[in-house]
């Protein structure tokens, strides 16, 4: 690998501010955003626009929040590249399982953490998933609003520059367990899905928090590593609404320090 995961993630950039005192200067820092090529066995599948970060998490929680592939244990081996302007990122599958991934109709081409990227098919889109079980966990009302005010002290890039997205998985008890940042948001809830697959996390205790609208696709995404809780800082959409409840997931949104609203699944958060 010629690049490290510890590569910056930010730049420096001079700026002119105006105040009513009037114009001035000074250095602000700017999130960096890249093309990151998606291949598999070496085939190219899609481009991303992300922050340089994490590029295993990410390849490993695309293949399997997309639904490319069904547990972590099908992904032999991921590996990344520095290319002249973005980074490759080479997923290793059984031939079968890359034959039926580009057997699939898609384009090319992603914007910045597109959640169906090249999608042109509706049924593919509304892809079935497997429903989350009825009973799932109780959590109370308190720890959500926990993970809620300690989410921002681990959104280290977002300090910098205000224009990061994160997704962060707690347990039960409101433990942080992981968190990923980048300037897309499916980004973001990929790599932490990765991150959590390859720790091999057990997601169906716990809940994942979101700094983002809750959209269909991020619903897709936390239903396909069976989690059952997903919160949201801003609002749901329709849609991300009727999956959650076709599939039990606990949906979550406009969570803030005192006050948030449940959608769906209301027993499991008491």
């Not at 081996?77 to 059984?94: P, T």
């Not at 720890?143 to 300690?150: K, V």
């Not at 790599?191 to 169906?204: D, E, F, V």
């Amino acid at each position: 690998m010629s690049i490290q995961e510890k590569e910056i993630k930010t730049v420096t950039s001079e700026v002119k501010k105006y105040l009513q005192s009037g114009f001035e200067k000074f250095n602000d820092q700017i999130a960096i955003e890249i093309p990151v090529l998606i291949k598999f066995n070496s085939r190219k599948y899609v481009v991303m626009m992300a922050s340089p970060s994490d590029f295993e998490d990410f390849g490993v929680g695309f293949t399997l929040s997309e639904g490319l592939v069904e547990s972590v244990e099908k992904i032999e081996s991921v590996s990344f590249e520095k290319l002249d302007r973005g980074v490759s990122v080479n997923i290793e599958l059984a031939p079968k399982y890359v034959l039926d991934i580009f057997n699939k109709n898609r384009n090319i081409e992603g914007r910045t953490g597109c959640g169906i990227c090249g999608i042109n098919e509706i049924d593919n889109a509304l892809r079935p998933l497997k429903s989350l079980s009825i009973k799932g966990p109780s959590l109370n009302i308190d720890l959500i609003f926990t993970a809620i005010r300690h989410l921002p002290n681990y959104q280290t890039i977002n300090k910098e520059t205000g224009s990061v997205h994160a997704a962060g998985f707690f347990d039960s008890n409101a433990k942080l367990i992981a968190i990923r940042e980048d300037v897309g948001r499916h980004n973001a809830l990929d790599k932490l899905i990765g991150n959590l697959a390859r720790k091999n996390i057990n997601t169906s205790d716990g809940f994942i928090v979101i700094t983002s609208r809750c959209s269909m696709e991020m619903v897709q995404k936390t239903i396909s590593i069976g989690c059952p809780i997903l919160v949201s800082v801003s609002a749901p959409t329709s849609l991300a609404i009727e999956i959650a409840k076709q599939n039990n997931l606990t949906v979550l949104a406009f969570a803030r320090e005192e006050k948030i609203n449940i959608y769906t699944d209301f027993k499991r958060i008491i």
